[in-house]
């Protein structure tokens, strides 16, 4: 199956830009999604299609996708912001979705 | 705005069974394949059943294939997942989930517990 590989954990001062990596072999071939989560609540669409955003999400909120990597940016981060974010895509070969393990983010 | 209502959750012993419902709001419901999604406790989010917007195509994980079985019945705008056989494992609370077209999740329940334990 394919592997999507996210750090476990991302700390950010207030104001400052966190970017959370989503690793995979040759993703940047393939469409990728990101949820927020916060706790005690069902996930948030915020980027798909690598880079777009839904209506309603920040433009804070950005995404890019190149090679092995997938970036979600959360620029000028808020406390609000705190939550685990997953990646997402569609394993066309398998005809399955895979998820990211979760990134927790923690503003500082 | 569309809502998705999940129910059928409960308590169950190893081996028995469960089905999961999940209810759409509005008059789109046919257009949109569906997903469920899972999460144990504490964990991340798993990828379980997908189902067409004519019920014809489905897949789903390893993990639950020969198990569970995912249908869907538009004239009453409904999702199900049939769960039988079901294990400790399968411990999780259980989202559905509408799938916009483009394989992202646009709108998503407040899920149905599920807890198999004797």
């Known amino acids: 199956s394919y592997v999507l590989t996210q750090p476990p954990s991302v700390s950010v001062a207030p104001g400052q830009t966190a970017r959370i990596t989503c690793g995979g072999d040759?993703?940047?071939?393939?469409?990728v999604h990101w949820y927020q989560q916060k706790t005690g609540q069902a996930p948030v669409l915020v980027v798909y299609?690598?880079?777009d955003r839904p209506s309603g999400i920040p433009e804070r909120f950005s995404g890019s996708n190149s090679g092995n990597t997938a970036t979600l940016a959360i620029s000028r981060v808020e406390v609000v912001d705190e939550a685990d974010y997953y990646c997402?895509?569609?394993?066309?070969?398998?005809?399955?979705?895979?998820f990211g393990g979760g990134t927790k983010l923690t503003v500082l | 705005e569309v809502k998705l209502v999940e129910s059928g959750g409960g308590l169950i012993q190893p081996g028995g069974s469960l089905r999961l419902s999940c209810v759409a709001s509005?008059?789109?419901?046919?257009?949109?394949?569906m997903h469920w999604v899972r999460q144990a406790p504490g964990k991340g989010l798993v990828w379980v059943s997908r189902?067409?917007?004519?019920?014809?195509?489905?897949s789903y994980a390893d993990s639950v294939k020969g198990r569970f079985t995912i249908s869907r019945d538009n004239a009453k705008n409904t999702v199900y997942l049939q769960m039988n056989s079901l294990r400790a494992d399968d411990t999780a609370l259980y989202y559905c989930?509408?799938?916009?077209?483009?394989?992202?999740?646009?709108?998503w329940g407040q899920g149905t517990m599920v807890t198999v334990s004797s």
């Open positions: 989930a509408r799938d916009q077209i483009n394989d992202s999740f646009d709108v």
């Open positions: 509005g008059d789109t419901f046919g257009r949109y394949w």
């Open positions: 189902i067409s917007t004519d019920g014809s195509d489905t």
């Open positions: 040759n993703i940047g071939s393939r469409s």
């Open positions: 299609d690598d880079k």
């Open positions: 997402q895509l569609w394993d066309t070969s398998r005809d399955h979705v895979a």
